[in-house]
């Protein structure tokens, strides 16, 4: 409880003052009614008649001289008192009040940060004891908050310092590349040209969408859009992604998808993938040549059809100290400012992580110890479909399968998945081992062989393989690489090679290639073949875009399909073309900033133009603009959907899946 005692000093004084006043003013009073009444007795016997009293001019003088002089006295004496007990007042004041004040001001002003604990007043127990305390504690969170602000300033300079580098890097390469590719006629040193090109326009314009998420994050516009997806799928699309880049490191990438989890969930499935594609882009960036790199996937548990999932990306990397994850998670931090120089990466990736998971429901957290590698983990919650996906039953029971590989882990792996399907299989990790499991147990219905093995590569043991199965077509050969399979593919076709298989396996691609062999899969449409050429033959499109360079990219990535693209350079003509035009456009992709008019003004026209198919042709927005406020603009002027630059020729094709179906 804080001690008043300047207070009650205080208010001591002010009852001191205010008791004299009124002692001094009941004596005062005391004293002159005396008078008053010795005056008003003389003029009571001066005016009794019987007495024979007569009130004389001098006796009137003297009782009105005695009245004024009494209340002069009054006067004077009050005056006195007063200015006495006005000093007293102000000497207590200055003592008790001003005088402190003054030696804290002089204590706050002259105390250095370091030096706040030893100014005045902080010993004493009244209020100045209690404000002295106060304003120190006010001045170690104003010297903390300032010293937050000059790390946020600093970390902010060295964000843009590293952004520039994450910039200029890929756009040097592009640059470059295209010098070189211009100036050689070797077709191969162009296409390598070309792939270098590609890769670092990827990884810039995966620069560009960090800084947008972060200021959608912090700006509150950030949204999650959930729809239904695949899990294993979306797992299978980042791997392919990424396989390329631990290929490149030798590295060893292994997944592990529990069987529990839902094959269709409802979630956001791009920001999904987008968190595991950073971390596992983290783990391969921080792992050593030759390392490994374990994704794994847990069903944690399912409440009211809401399921939780634990998703674990661990490398055998650097590591990360404690001191250096305390920086993890945040906005334009990484480690160490160091890591930037060394390894890249703009700093943003695990704070737009944190942000998407907790999103999500679910919680993220990194376990390492420096030189033994790091663990990142989330969890999420997502709601289970209502969709199953049908395959035809296979007889699992009588399938036998060898593996041959010379590493023990995809063995396992391998051995794992096929007999949770209940498959009978057998591993070798050479040829020599296959051709005796071979000789001992006959042939079997699956070979899986691996292209890179040091005695005898998959292709010599394809060879062999085919001349020792007992009738032509009882048996396949798949083959299985983490590398593109472009440059051996005429090779193993020749060797007997049936089928080709990526790494990492997952289940669902396992199951899939042994359906598709043996005679249980289904023959897909061609849009989910990926087969393009001639699917929307004679199909007419109205492609409204200022920008020539633009134009040629649609023109040239819809070119196979059949598509007729008639152009318009503005929305105004883009207007004219379609209410002119003597057969309907089936679809209109529609550019956003355009001179003339614009697409939202270009589809208000065409919307309300009157023509029996202006309320129903589907119009596709395409934009660099992406953030939430965009969309519904697009969608709000009468747009269908709305395509994000630059474009992918996928989503491209989903939208004409969807609309001229």
């Not at 897909?524 to 087969?531: N, Q, S, W």
């Amino acid at each position: 409880m804080r001690n008043n005692r300047i207070q009650k000093k205080l208010i001591l004084s002010a009852v001191g003052l205010l008791v004299a006043v009124l002692a001094i003013t009941v004596l005062l009073t005391t004293a002159n009614n005396r008078v008053q009444r010795r005056i008003l007795r003389e003029s009571i016997e001066s005016e009794r008649p019987e007495a024979g009293v007569v009130v004389s001019a001098d006796m009137e003088d003297q009782y009105i001289g005695a009245g004024d002089k009494s209340a002069s006295a009054t006067i004077i004496i009050l005056v006195v008192a007063l200015t006495i007990i006005m000093g007293l007042n102000i000497f207590v004041v200055h003592r008790l009040v001003i005088n402190p004040i003054k030696r804290l001001t002089n204590s706050v002003s002259e105390s250095a940060a370091d030096s706040i604990d030893s100014m005045y007043g902080l010993e004493r127990s009244d209020e100045f004891g209690v404000l002295a305390r106060t304003i120190r504690e006010s001045s170690k969170q104003l010297v903390e908050a300032l010293e937050k602000a000059n790390d946020a300033s600093l970390a902010k300079s060295s964000f843009l310092s590293n952004m520039s580098h994450e910039i200029r890097t890929p756009m040097n390469a592009i640059i470059g590349m295209t010098s070189i590719g211009k100036s050689t006629d070797d077709m191969e040193q162009k296409d390598y040209a070309l792939e270098k090109i590609e890769g670092a326009s990827i990884h810039l314009l995966g620069v560009i969408n960090d800084v947008l998420d972060v200021s959608k994050i912090e700006s509150g516009k950030f949204e999650l859009s959930p729809s239904e997806f695949d899990f294993e799928k979306m797992l299978i699309r980042i791997v392919n992604v990424i396989t390329l880049r631990v290929d490149e490191k030798k590295q060893w990438l292994s997944i592990y998808v529990d069987r529990n989890i839902p094959q269709f969930m409802i979630g956001d499935d791009q920001h999904l993938a987008q968190v595991v594609t950073n971390l596992l882009g983290n783990a391969v960036k921080f792992t050593p040549e030759e390392g490994t790199i374990n994704i794994h996937t847990y069903f944690v548990g399912e409440e009211n059809g809401v399921c939780e999932i634990k998703i674990a990306v661990t490398d055998s990397g650097i590591g990360i100290s404690p001191e250096q994850q305390a920086n993890l998670f945040q906005s334009f931090r990484q480690a160490e400012s160091s890591t930037s120089r060394k390894f890249g990466g703009s700093g943003l990736g695990l704070a737009i992580s944190k942000s998407i998971v907790e999103m999500m429901d679910g919680t993220i957290w990194v376990e390492s110890e420096l030189g033994k590698g790091a663990t990142f983990a989330f969890t999420v919650k997502m709601r289970r479909s209502d969709k199953v996906m049908e395959h035809k039953e296979i007889d699992w029971s009588r399938i036998r399968i060898l593996a041959v590989d010379d590493d023990p882990h995809l063995l396992h792996d391998f051995k794992g998945i096929t007999e949770k399907f209940g498959a009978h299989c057998d591993i070798a990790q050479n040829g020599a081992e296959a051709i005796a499991l071979i000789t001992e147990n006959n042939d079997y219905n699956l070979y899986f062989v691996d292209w890179r093995m040091p005695d005898i590569d998959g292709i010599e043991l394809t060879v062999e393989l085919k001349k020792r199965m007992s009738l032509e077509g009882d048996s396949f050969v798949v083959m299985v690489s983490a590398v593109d399979f472009g440059s051996i593919a005429k090779t193993a076709k020749k060797a007997g090679v049936d089928k080709f298989l990526q790494k990492p396996l997952f289940p669902s691609t396992v199951r899939d290639i042994v359906s598709d062999l043996l005679g249980y899969s289904e023959k897909k449409p061609a849009e989910e073949t990926g087969k393009i050429d001639g699917l929307y033959k004679g199909r007419r499109v109205l492609l409204a875009e200022d920008v020539e360079i633009n134009r040629e990219i649609v023109m040239a990535l819809l070119e196979p399909t059949g598509l007729e693209i008639q152009c318009a350079e503005n929305g105004a003509e883009a207007v004219r073309m379609f209410t002119e035009a003597r057969d309907r456009f089936e679809i209109i992709f529609m550019d956003m900033q355009m001179p003339e008019m614009d697409g939202l003004d270009a589809t208000r026209g065409i919307r309300s133009s009157g023509l029996p198919d202006a309320k129903d042709v589907p119009i596709i927005a395409m934009t660099a603009n992406v953030f939430r406020e965009d969309v519904e603009k697009c969608l709000d002027a009468g747009m269908n959907s709305h395509l994000g630059k630059p474009l992918v020729l996928e989503e491209v094709l989903a939208v004409l899946r969807e609309y001229l179906a």
